[in-house]
Every structure is written in C-alpha cells, then in structure tokens.
C-alpha cells in the first residue's frame, strides 16, 4: 500500500514535470527580456506550448519529467511517513488512555481487596494464638498463608501503576512478561512458604 503511493507520487511529478514545468519553462523563457517577443500575444504563446511537446523538444521534457518524478519520490516519501507518524501517535495516544483506565482500576481493586485481605490475616494470626489444638492451628495457618499469596497477587497487580509512559508506548509486551514473571515469582515464594507450613505438623507427628 504504501509502495504504491510512492509509485503514484512520482508518476504525479513525472506528468506535472513534462506537461505543466516544462511548457511554462519554455514559455517564460521566450517571453523573457533576452526575447524581443510581445507577451500579450497570445499565438506565441500556443506555439511555444505546442513546440514543448514536439520531437525536437523530447530531451529537454525528459530531463523536466525526471525532475518532476525526483520532486514526486521525495513528496511521496514524506507523505508516507507523515501517515506512519500519525498512525503511530494515535496508537501511542490510544494506549495511554487504556493504560490510565488500567492503572485507575488496579488501584481501586487492590485497595478493596488488600483491606479485606488484612482482616482475613488479622483474624487469622489472631485465632492462631487461640486454637484449641494443632490441627486447628495448622488449618488458621493456611488460611493467614492463602491470605499472603493473595498480597503477592496484589503486589504484581499494583506494580502495573509504575509503568512510565515512554516505556508503555515502547515495550508493552515486555513489560507485561516481565509482570508475568514477577508474578510467578510470587508466587512461587508463597507456595514454597506454604509447602514448609504444611510439612511442619507431620514432622511434629
């Protein structure tokens, strides 16, 4: 697509050069003040245009036609990357606006569910020190450390609100990957934590 309107451009300057430059050229010269010719007569004037398309003339409508294709690649060229530039900023524009709704949205939802999440491990560290047996205390264990795993999830969510712009507009699949990273890094963490939690009552056993 945009190879052909390059190829537009410079036939377009190729056509302007031969059949608009190139008689004017021709026309003013002849009516110049080297040329003891009147310029309100207007049959010199057909007959230098119709001397610019003759045989005689070929060479020099060559020569203004390739000017005219050179002037038409450059035009071309610049209104290509004028369309990419415009495409490319309204690509930038568009996801900055979806980042900001990104990033309005993971703070709202980590807010509720971190404050819901500290009285679901308030309570449970709470009832620890209060449970009547082992077993007890083991189950209270895994809810305080369901209740850590859901902050790391929090915690990699709320990581997304420290993207930079320029980075975003530039490198948003690698930052997200490196957010899913992050995140079963975390993860891991928590499960590993989670795994020694749960081998601690057989080893009292």
Avoid: C
């Avoid at 993860?187 to 020694?196: C, D, H, M």
């Amino acid at each position: 697509m945009q190879k052909s309107k390059i190829i537009w451009f410079t036939l377009a300057g190729m056509l302007a050069g031969y059949l608009l430059v190139h008689p004017f050229a021709m026309l003013a010269y002849f009516l110049g003040p080297q040329q003891a010719q009147a310029p309100l007569d207007f049959s010199i004037w057909g007959h230098q245009v119709h001397l610019a398309f003759s045989a005689e003339m070929l060479a020099m409508g060559g020569a203004f036609a390739f000017m005219g294709g050179v002037a038409g690649l450059g035009l071309g060229l610049w209104y290509v990357q004028k369309e990419r530039w415009v495409a490319e900023n309204l690509e930038s524009q568009r996801r900055l606006v979806a980042l900001e709704t990104l990033k309005e949205l993971m703070v709202t939802l980590a807010h509720h569910i971190r404050n819901a999440n500290m009285v679901i491990g308030g309570f449970s560290s709470r009832l620890i020190k209060q449970a009547p047996g082992p077993e007890a205390q083991h189950r209270l264990e895994m809810i305080r450390q369901a209740s850590r795993e859901i902050d790391a999830v929090i915690d990699s969510l709320e990581s997304l609100t420290e993207i930079e712009h320029a980075r975003y507009t530039g490198a948003w699949e690698t930052k997200m990957i490196d957010l899913k990273k992050e995140l079963a890094a975390r993860l891991q963490a928590a499960a590993g934590l989670k795994e020694t939690l749960e081998d601690e009552p057989q080893e009292r056993g």
